[in-house]
Structures are given as C-alpha cells and as structure tokens.
C-alpha cells in the first residue's frame, strides 16, 4: 500500500480542493456584483419610496405627483406610493417628510407656497420650517400662471382690464386662492406694478375662486393654467400669461408683462427630502427624473394638464428657491400682507 511520506500533501489533496472552491467562490462572487450593478430595482429594497403630497387629489399637485412616480419607476424598479396628506397649504405633509428618516425613500411635493412664500408672511405659524427642515432635492414642473375673466366678461384684453381699473378704482376685484397663495400675491402684484386699486376677494382654495370668476361674482383671478384648462372658451376668457413663459398650447397668447412693464409670477412644483438627506441620493431621484421624462408621452400629458417640464437638479433648484423667496418677500412687504 502506498502511503504518503510525511510532511507531504497527496495530489489532489485539500490544498488543490481549497483552490479549487476559491475559484469557484470568486467567479459567484463576479457574477453577484454583476448582477447588483445591472438591477436598478435594488435601489429601494426594503419599500416602496413614498412621495407625499399636501392637496387634495385630482388637482394640477397630485397630477404632478402621479405622473412623477411613473417617471421615476422603470429606474427605480417600484412605482412609489403617492400619499396625500392635506392641511395647513401644503404643511401637514412637509412636517411628514420632515420627521422622516433621510433614506431617500420619503419625499414630498414642494411647491411655490410652501418653500417660497408662506415662510415670508408675518403671523405665520409653521409646523417646521422648510430651509431647515427640509432640502431641495429636484424642480419637476412649471405650472403656467394665467389671467382669465368670465366668457361673458366686457374686457376682452388687459389692456380694457387696465383701463377700467384705473377709471373705477377700488371697484374691480380678484378673487384667490386664499391669504398668502400665489395667487393672491399675483393679483397684489398686479396691482402695485400697475398702479392699481383691486379689491382681493380670498376663497378656500383656486375651485371656488375659479367658479366665481366664470359666474361674474368676481372680475378676474390669476392662477395655475390647470386650474382653469378645462374651462376656457365655456365659462372662462384667457386674457393673457402671467409667468414670461405661457404654454406650447396656446402659442400666442400675449403676457401680462407686455402691459404691465415687469410683471411676471412663476409657479413651479418639486421635490424635497428631510434634512440630512446624502446628496448621492437625491442625485438618485434626480438621474431617474431626467430618465422617465426623457418620453415624449409623459411630457406630453403634462402639457396638456397645463404644466411645462422644468427640470432642476439640487443646486439649481435651491437657487431658484431662493430667487423667488427673496422676489416673494418683496411682494408681501410692499402690499403689507400678513396672516390674521
């Protein structure tokens, strides 16, 4: 029988089996990292991300909402849960965000109001307080600001709006989504810049507002164009656009700064997470964004909702929020507005 002599290893022995599994070990190993690099589905692993929302659903917010978790999806591998949370302008839901943890997998709508103007009006008492409570993470759409008048109105331009505001001062009124909403900033904009006497008439949200302006209760109102699309030429005379930019739907449509010198208001939606949110995730949402509204059809739909594509990534995002926050300010100062 032949034995091995001692202090040698037999061919075939345990050292080659041990380099034989580390191979074989090795090449799985490839095959796994391979594997996590080609699936973006890994990105949320234990849930599904949650966008939250602080209006009422069907309005231009949670469209907004809805068709960015269906931008977001294909690269995430999970269409995130649009969760609406309503109350306090927007509030209820950023202090949501707020509380949650900085995973990236919690994110809220955060609009105009709530990130540029509410923080500006004296008297306001906010839950938390959005420059240090939450972070920008990406701009997502820009909402087309719009004058109408009743169809049935007798001013068919802002030219004759001007003229018999200045012939009948404190008589013409605009109507708003409320106290402290862009658009009663923009009607008291509107009224400082043209040398104008308007009465404010503040409503609980743009729908009744709107429907009072189309029933002749009130003279004028300006206001997201999704809060009024789908009433214009039965009910509703577009009159012009209040933003300097207008909407590829109505090409033509003059600008409200075209007769008030300096005039232009902007409405926009996007994207906060909590603070201390890392920046390689936000710039995950922000990659994902750019991917899902690369389609035509999604960009379309926002379109036709009276909304433009307007991608920011985190650094321009902030410096837009802070343009329009110190713009704002300036309005709420000089028309001396402030919450009772």
């Given at each position: 029988?032949?034995?091995?002599?001692?202090?040698?290893?037999?061919?075939?022995?345990?050292?080659?089996?041990?380099?034989?599994?580390?191979?074989?070990?090795?090449?799985?190993?490839?095959?796994?990292?391979?594997?996590?690099?080609?699936?973006?589905?890994?990105?949320?692993?234990?849930?599904?991300?949650?966008?939250?929302?602080?209006?009422?659903?069907?309005?231009?917010?949670?469209?907004?909402?809805?068709?960015?978790?269906?931008?977001?999806?294909?690269?995430?591998?999970?269409?995130?849960?649009?969760?609406?949370?309503?109350?306090?302008?927007?509030?209820?839901?950023?202090?949501?965000?707020?509380?949650?943890?900085?995973?990236?997998?919690?994110?809220?709508?955060?609009?105009?109001?709530?990130?540029?103007?509410?923080?500006?009006?004296?008297?306001?008492?906010?839950?938390?307080?959005?420059?240090?409570?939450?972070?920008?993470?990406?701009?997502?759409?820009?909402?087309?600001?719009?004058?109408?008048?009743?169809?049935?109105?007798?001013?068919?331009?802002?030219?004759?709006f001007l003229a018999a505001a200045r012939a009948r001062p404190g008589t013409l009124t605009y109507a708003s989504a409320g106290i402290?909403?862009?658009?009663?900033?923009?009607?008291?904009?509107?009224?400082?810049?043209?040398?104008?006497?308007?009465?404010?008439?503040?409503?609980?949200?743009?729908?009744?507002?709107?429907?009072?302006?189309?029933?002749?209760?009130?003279?004028?109102?300006?206001?997201?164009?999704?809060?009024?699309?789908?009433?214009?030429?039965?009910?509703?005379?577009?009159?012009?656009?209040?933003?300097?930019?207008?909407?590829?739907?109505?090409?033509?449509?003059?600008?409200?700064?075209?007769?008030?010198?300096?005039?232009?208001?902007?409405?926009?939606?996007?994207?906060?997470?909590?603070?201390?949110?890392?920046?390689?995730?936000?710039?995950?949402?922000?990659?994902?964004l750019r991917a899902g509204f690369a389609d035509p059809a999604l960009r379309q739909r926002l379109e036709e909702n009276g909304l433009?594509?307007?991608?920011?990534?985190?650094?321009?995002?902030?410096?837009?929020?802070?343009?329009?926050?110190?713009?704002?300010?300036?309005?709420?100062?000089?028309?001396?507005?402030?919450v009772e």
């Amino acid at each position: 029988m032949n034995r091995a002599r001692p202090g040698r290893r037999p061919p075939g022995g345990a050292g080659a089996r041990g380099r034989r599994i580390g191979r074989r070990l090795g090449a799985a190993l490839a095959l796994l990292l391979a594997a996590a690099a080609a699936a973006p589905a890994a990105a949320f692993p234990d849930r599904p991300p949650r966008i939250l929302g602080g209006f009422a659903a069907g309005g231009t917010s949670d469209i907004v909402n809805r068709l960015t978790a269906e931008a977001v999806a294909p690269s995430f591998g999970v269409r995130p849960v649009v969760d609406i949370r309503t109350g306090a302008n927007g509030f209820i839901a950023a202090a949501e965000a707020a509380r949650s943890a900085p995973d990236g997998l919690t994110v809220v709508q955060c609009s105009t109001g709530l990130l540029t103007i509410t923080p500006e009006l004296p008297g306001a008492q906010l839950p938390i307080d959005p420059a240090q409570d939450l972070v920008p993470i990406a701009n997502v759409a820009h909402s087309s600001q719009a004058m109408v008048v009743s169809s049935r109105s007798p001013y068919r331009s802002v030219g004759e709006f001007l003229a018999a505001a200045r012939a009948r001062p404190g008589t013409l009124t605009y109507a708003s989504a409320g106290i402290g909403s862009v658009s009663h900033l923009s009607g008291a904009r509107l009224a400082r810049l043209g040398g104008l006497e308007l009465v404010h008439v503040p409503y609980r949200g743009a729908a009744p507002g709107v429907l009072d302006v189309a029933a002749g209760r009130a003279d004028t109102i300006i206001t997201n164009l999704g809060d009024v699309v789908g009433q214009l030429g039965e009910g509703l005379r577009l009159l012009a656009f209040a933003d300097g930019i207008g909407s590829p739907r109505f090409p033509g449509v003059p600008q409200l700064g075209d007769s008030v010198p300096g005039y232009a208001v902007s409405g926009w939606f996007g994207l906060c997470g909590p603070r201390g949110l890392p920046a390689a995730l936000a710039e995950r949402w922000v990659a994902a964004l750019r991917a899902g509204f690369a389609d035509p059809a999604l960009r379309q739909r926002l379109e036709e909702n009276g909304l433009v594509l307007r991608l920011e990534d985190t650094a321009t995002f902030a410096r837009t929020i802070a343009t329009d926050r110190r713009d704002w300010g300036e309005v709420i100062r000089a028309a001396r507005i402030r919450v009772e």
